[in-house]
């Protein structure tokens, strides 16, 4: 092997010119495959994070997934029975004993759960009434679960458990109704009940339609307000992964019955766009490998028919095909290793300098960053990568001077 690959290095130097040029082909794939990868899962994983984070990764729901099947039909499975015009009967909606399947959820080994009272209120004031989303918590669990916490410009969550009678609102509502911390606000619900609120915090999270609709009470008083006493119509969940959250809501849906939506389930339309946009992101950029590795595929060409007539001394000597083969695989094993060992520090140092660009966006608001991934799989990839291209790109002409026949070289040489 050591003879092997001290004869591979000498038909790459003796070639230097072209051996660099493919060299730095693979060079300059593998750090723009690194910059243009880590820039696209960056923003990905920044796009998920805020898609993900900022809501719960579970939503369980008072309602159930399948209407309940009527007594006729239990009772004559396979009759012709029709049912029309069936009303609900009337009740208090609500999960029945949520606190039960609060402590249950709470059970799973780092799952974060969260009872809430969503409903919808009509704000006044000073003249103005507008229609708000309400969702009554407990303080003191909502910030393992939501990230709102991350985004309040004025007061805290933690506000609301010294005065229950308090409220968080957006800062879009908050400039719309020309209000700030510590005004109080008028607040109607469709049952008739008004309460008056002090605004205890403002929040934003850089959606207006969400920081002009939603508001932040305590459970308790939200529970007055709708006259739904002991009652919670959504409890959130969150997990350490937020990729298991698909195959835990089913299993929370066949425990407890009710309606359990991953946020899988609930943006599928955009994972399937982000799994496109992987698709063509990798095809982009392994084309740059796909060029490079021509150049590799050049060099190590040239080489063969340069060197046919040494091929065949080899093989009279007694190198068997198997050897000749190795030869050339070899060259392109070593351009690859060279490339990634040059490639990936000149990745690293065109990803941290896209971390430092930061722009203004037209619309205004504060300075962007680019997000760049740093994880260890996106150079796992670029590394394969640019192996699998070189060595396939040494394996067709090595193949082809596998196949030299001594004896047609030689006579024809002699």
Same mark, same amino acid.
């Given at each position: 092997?050591?003879?092997?690959?001290?004869?591979?290095?000498?038909?790459?130097?003796?070639?230097?010119?072209?051996?660099?040029?493919?060299?730095?082909?693979?060079?300059?794939?593998?750090?723009?495959?690194?910059?243009?990868?880590?820039?696209?899962?960056?923003?990905?994983?920044?796009?998920?994070?805020?898609?993900?984070?900022?809501?719960?990764?579970?939503?369980?729901?008072?309602?159930?997934?399948?209407?309940?099947?009527?007594?006729?039909?239990?009772?004559?499975?396979?009759?012709?029975?029709?049912?029309?015009?069936?009303?609900?009967?009337?009740?208090?909606?609500?999960?029945?004993?949520?606190?039960?399947?609060?402590?249950?959820?709470?059970?799973?080994?780092?799952?974060?759960?969260?009872?809430?009272?969503?409903?919808?209120?009509?704000?006044?004031?000073?003249?103005?009434?507008?229609?708000?989303?309400?969702?009554?918590?407990?303080?003191?669990?909502?910030?393992?679960?939501?990230?709102?916490?991350?985004?309040?410009?004025?007061?805290?969550?933690?506000?609301?458990?010294?005065?229950?009678?308090?409220?968080?609102?957006?800062?879009?509502?908050?400039?719309?109704?020309?209000?700030?911390?510590?005004?109080?606000?008028?607040?109607?619900?469709?049952?008739?009940?008004?309460?008056?609120?002090?605004?205890?915090?403002?929040?934003?999270?850089?959606?207006?339609?969400?920081?002009?609709?939603?508001?932040?009470?305590?459970?308790?008083?939200?529970?007055?307000?709708?006259?739904?006493?002991?009652?919670?119509?959504? +409890?959130?969940?969150? =997990? @350490?992964?937020?990729?298991? *959250?698909? &195959?835990? !809501?089913?299993?929370?849906?066949?425990?407890?019955?009710?309606?359990?939506?991953?946020?899988?389930?609930?943006?599928?339309?955009?994972?399937?766009?982000?799994?496109?946009?992987?698709?063509?992101?990798?095809?982009?950029?392994?084309?740059?490998?796909?060029?490079?590795?021509?150049?590799?595929?050049?060099?190590?060409?040239?080489?063969?028919?340069?060197?046919?007539?040494?091929?065949?001394?080899?093989?009279?000597?007694?190198?068997?095909?198997?050897?000749?083969?190795?030869?050339?695989?070899?060259?392109?094993?070593?351009?690859?290793?060279?490339?990634?060992?040059?490639?990936?520090?000149?990745?690293?140092?065109?990803?941290?300098?896209?971390?430092?660009?930061?722009?203004?966006?037209?619309?205004?608001?504060?300075?962007?960053?680019?997000? +760049?991934?740093?994880? =260890? @799989?996106?150079?796992?990839? *670029?590394? &394969?990568? !640019?192996?699998?291209?070189?060595?396939?790109?040494?394996?067709?002409?090595?193949?082809?001077?596998?196949?030299?026949?001594?004896?047609?070289?030689?006579?024809?040489?002699?």
């Amino acid at each position: 092997m050591n003879l092997l690959l001290s004869i591979a290095l000498k038909h790459l130097l003796a070639r230097k010119r072209q051996s660099v040029v493919s060299l730095m082909g693979i060079v300059l794939g593998v750090a723009f495959f690194l910059a243009i990868s880590s820039l696209m899962q960056g923003s990905q994983k920044d796009f998920i994070r805020r898609l993900v984070d900022n809501v719960p990764h579970i939503f369980i729901t008072d309602e159930y997934r399948n209407p309940h099947r009527q007594p006729v039909q239990e009772l004559y499975p396979e009759g012709a029975v029709e049912i029309r015009s069936i009303k609900p009967q009337t009740e208090t909606r609500g999960i029945r004993g949520y606190t039960q399947v609060v402590e249950y959820l709470r059970s799973i080994p780092g799952v974060q759960a969260s009872p809430i009272l969503s409903g919808q209120g009509i704000l006044n004031f000073a003249g103005k009434n507008t229609a708000i989303a309400m969702d009554g918590m407990i303080p003191e669990d909502i910030k393992d679960v939501v990230t709102i916490q991350n985004y309040m410009v004025s007061g805290s969550i933690d506000d609301l458990v010294t005065n229950p009678n308090g409220i968080i609102i957006g800062q879009e509502l908050a400039r719309v109704f020309s209000l700030k911390r510590g005004d109080n606000i008028t607040v109607a619900a469709p049952t008739g009940q008004v309460r008056v609120f002090k605004i205890l915090g403002i929040f934003r999270t850089g959606r207006a339609d969400y920081d002009i609709n939603h508001t932040f009470i305590s459970l308790k008083r939200m529970q007055a307000l709708l006259d739904r006493p002991n009652r919670a119509n959504v +409890i959130i969940v969150k =997990l @350490p992964d937020p990729n298991e *959250a698909r &195959a835990l !809501a089913a299993q929370i849906e066949n425990r407890i019955g009710y309606k359990s939506v991953s946020w899988q389930e609930a943006s599928e339309d955009i994972m399937s766009t982000l799994t496109i946009r992987n698709i063509i992101m990798y095809t982009v950029v392994s084309a740059v490998l796909v060029v490079a590795a021509f150049g590799i595929y050049n060099v190590i060409s040239t080489v063969v028919l340069e060197k046919q007539r040494d091929i065949a001394i080899l093989k009279s000597m007694g190198f068997r095909a198997r050897d000749i083969r190795y030869i050339f695989v070899i060259q392109g094993f070593l351009l690859g290793i060279a490339g990634n060992l040059a490639g990936i520090p000149l990745g690293m140092a065109l990803m941290a300098s896209l971390m430092r660009v930061r722009f203004k966006p037209p619309w205004g608001g504060d300075f962007i960053q680019m997000p +760049i991934d740093w994880s =260890l @799989p996106q150079f796992a990839i *670029a590394g &394969a990568f !640019a192996m699998a291209a070189a060595m396939v790109a040494a394996l067709l002409p090595a193949r082809k001077a596998a196949r030299v026949q001594p004896v047609e070289i030689l006579r024809g040489g002699a």
